[in-house]
């Protein structure tokens, strides 16, 4: 591919170094024959790509953003010129990589990265009108060999926020894109803070910008924690409250999400401590329920423990999801804190007399990778004997009763088989023999009189009329 020529403007490219078809913009790394600085030449060309104007106003919007941002984080604006392709922006150039690239993010180098984007928000949210940078993706941030980071790519840029036109064109990048601006309603501080959020999840997770949205539920909610190692649960809940479907949920500008990331520390992990190594029951009461309590604890400084039980599956339970059993239960079921008072209950109702049942719990907990194993053992008393009596008298009188129930029931069926045939014969025989009597009577009628006839049969309706049809001929 010809590079073009722009030293009449004062410039020598050197290499492309990408090229965005459908926006019509080229970049070029150049140096300035002047003070043989390294720049960036952002070039938007009118005929030589699929440009539009949507793009060029895109493009000019870029530049009268850069022209008044002045900050470490954003490359410096440096000129702007005309060519007879098109409009060219000159910034300067930063020896970076983007955060896509592929690299090792421990939650510390993370947690840097977070930190320096927020203060570039900061700066943005101070101007007036704030800047909303509506484009914010690992492929936008930049972060060099001694951890700076910095902002590019204003052209979706917004001076203020407030409310869309509805007739606008939706920009920005799916999966990055607050729902507010999905939607084309009013963006706010907390909207970039909803592109950075996602960006550190792909950091975290490993997914990549493309699969992020796989992530995303009906509801907009981002579900990642399935995919990471067990991490400080302030840490987590952090960078949730960051991708906050509502913007009112999220944190109101970066500042104040500064404020709450600061004191976290990402790289301690909590320690699971347990007053109990097993749960057991024993000489139970038949039909009670019983109650234990579990003590959890944690005692590492500036971390949070987190968790939730589980009773593994077993082949003489009814079926049960992780968060429901029909006999055992957890107050609290899921937990943050480190402190923790949990109860634990079993409805022996559920259970026979006289048995001994052991079940396995899980406690999933974020102080290490794999979940804590526990043993709950219950053993049941026998029934009194006069309960047993009592329960053997009544089981004889349930036996009797049903015997004689299926007993009534099959003598219903017999007779039903019995009686049955001979009612279908009877109507059968009537049905045979009433045709011709009737039809016989008829006849008789001819000779007799209709009137002798009509009142021995009620049948006045068959009265004799010569001068009617009604009588059937011989």
């Known amino acids: 591919m010809t590079l073009p020529d722009l030293t009449s403007h004062g410039y020598q490219i050197e ?33 030589r790509l699929d440009s539009n104007w949507d793009a060029y106003r895109e493009f000019e919007q870029e530049i009268h953003t850069l022209q008044r941002l002045s900050h470490a984080g954003i490359p410096r604006y440096l000129d702007t010129f005309e060519t007879s392709d098109g409009l060219c922006l000159v910034q300067e150039f930063i020896q970076a990589q983007s955060l896509s690239s592929d690299s090792t993010w421990t939650p510390q180098k993370i947690k840097n990265v977070a930190l320096r984007a927020l203060a570039i928000l900061v700066y943005l949210q101070k101007q007036s009108p704030v800047v909303i940078h509506r484009d914010i993706k690992p492929e936008n941030i930049l972060l060099d060999a001694q951890g700076k980071v910095y902002l590019v790519d204003f052209g979706f840029a917004r001076m ?17 894109m607050p729902p507010e601006q999905l939607f084309n309603r009013e963006l706010t501080t907390a909207s970039d803070l909803y592109g950075l959020g ?8 490993g997914i990549k910008s493309g699969e992020i949205g796989n992530l995303i539920d009906a509801d907009y909610r981002l579900h990642f924690r399935h995919l990471v190692p067990p991490q400080e649960i302030g840490w987590l809940n952090w960078l949730e409250k960051m991708v906050e479907a509502n913007p009112k949920d999220r944190y109101r500008n970066a500042k104040e999400a500064i404020l709450a990331l600061k004191p976290l520390n990402v790289t301690r992990l909590p320690k699971l401590r347990l007053s109990h190594a097993g749960i057991e029951f024993s000489d139970c009461k038949y039909g009670k329920i019983l109650t234990q309590n579990l003590m959890i604890s944690n005692p590492i ?8 039980w589980e009773v593994v599956p077993h082949i003489s339970d009814s079926p049960h999801t992780p968060y429901r059993h029909s006999w055992i239960h957890f107050q609290p079921h899921k937990f943050e804190g480190n402190e923790v008072e949990c109860e634990v209950r079993v409805d022996t109702r559920f259970l026979s007399a006289d048995r001994t049942y052991i079940r396995k719990i899980l406690l999933h907990h974020n102080a290490a990778r794999e979940p804590q194993e526990l043993t709950l053992q219950v053993t049941t008393q026998k029934l009194p004997d006069f309960l ?11 036996y009797t009763i049903a015997s004689f129930l299926h007993f009534t029931i099959f003598l219903i069926l017999s007779l039903g088989l019995i009686i049955a045939p001979i009612l279908f014969g009877c109507a059968i025989f009537f049905w045979i023999l009433a045709g011709p009597l009737l039809i016989g009577a008829l006849r008789i009628d001819d000779f007799i009189g ?17 001068k009617k049809s009604y009588r059937i001929e011989s």
């Open 15 to 47: 290499r492309e170094l990408g090229c965005n078809h459908l926006g019509g913009r080229v970049t070029y790394l150049a140096q300035n024959q002047t003070t043989q600085q390294a720049v960036v030449i952002k070039q938007f060309q009118f005929a």
């Open 160 to 176: 203020g926020g407030g409310e869309v036109a509805a007739s606008s064109v939706v920009k920005g990048t799916m999966g990055f």
């Open 198 to 205: 996602v960006t550190l999840i792909c950091l975290l997770t």
């Open 301 to 308: 400084p500036e971390t949070m423990l987190a968790g939730r």
């Open 388 to 398: 047993i009596r009592s329960s053997q008298g009544s089981r004889l009188l349930k």
């Open 450 to 466: 209709t009137k002798w006839i009509g009142s021995v049969l009620n049948l006045n309706w068959l009265k004799y009329s010569r």
